[in-house]
């Protein structure tokens, strides 16, 4: 009886500790939420860069703060005008906030962030392609083919360099994709898993 209380009297201060540490965390998110929105103002917004523009996003939805949708809109035509200049970090940060938010930016706005994109894309980073396409497939975007088709291209040539976290979600986002495409006449490995399978029977039939 005497080993069941102190199990039970460590298990009670072990909850404690972790309700203490995610009390501190929220206090902290709390406390930084009037500083992001200072500096995230409307007025502010005009005069940010590319980066502080992708970084100001980023920060929003990293803590969880729920925006007003005209500073979104603000935030939306800001950054649509600087696209251009984005580099690829601050295109697929930029699309992951958006995609944690769950705020779809119009067709117009994504199309000009993929076209960015496409000058860009052998300087995206593994991580930066699998977010862009999870946040395309949270977004629920369905992109015309020319945009995307180089994104997956590109994808699937870095595939072997991608870490698990960055597979699992590339792998999520074609899953959630590929039915919007399946009325293209469209053939590519990064949207026809089965291309490989086929190519396999054909070589059998040909070695039998």
């Not at 404690?16 to 502010?44: G, M, N």
Request: overall charge negative.
């Amino acid at each position: 009886d005497r080993e069941e209380q102190l199990q039970q009297q460590q298990q009670l201060r072990e909850q404690d500790a972790e309700q203490q540490h995610r009390l501190q965390q929220l206090q902290e998110v709390l406390a930084c939420a009037p500083l992001a929105l200072h500096f995230t103002s409307h007025s502010r917004l005009a005069g940010m860069a590319p980066q502080g523009l992708s970084n100001s996003l980023h920060a929003v939805a990293c803590l969880r703060l729920l925006p007003e949708e005209a500073w979104l809109d603000a935030w939306l035509d800001e950054a649509q005008a600087k696209l251009p200049l984005f580099e690829p970090q601050h295109i697929s940060n930029a699309l992951w906030a958006l995609g944690k938010l769950g705020f779809y930016p119009g067709d117009d706005w994504l199309e000009g962030a993929l076209q960015a994109s496409l000058l860009k894309l052998p300087a995206f980073t593994p991580q930066g392609l699998a977010l862009m396409l999870w946040a395309l497939a949270v977004l629920q975007a369905r992109p015309p083919l020319p945009l995307l088709v180089p994104i997956l291209q590109v994808a699937q040539e870095r595939a072997p360099s991608f870490c698990p976290q960055d597979a699992a979600n590339v792998l999520w986002a074609l899953a959630k994709l590929q039915p919007a495409y399946a009325a293209y006449p469209f053939e590519s490995p990064a949207l026809s898993p089965n291309d490989d399978v086929s190519q396999q029977q054909q070589q059998q039939q040909q070695q039998q």
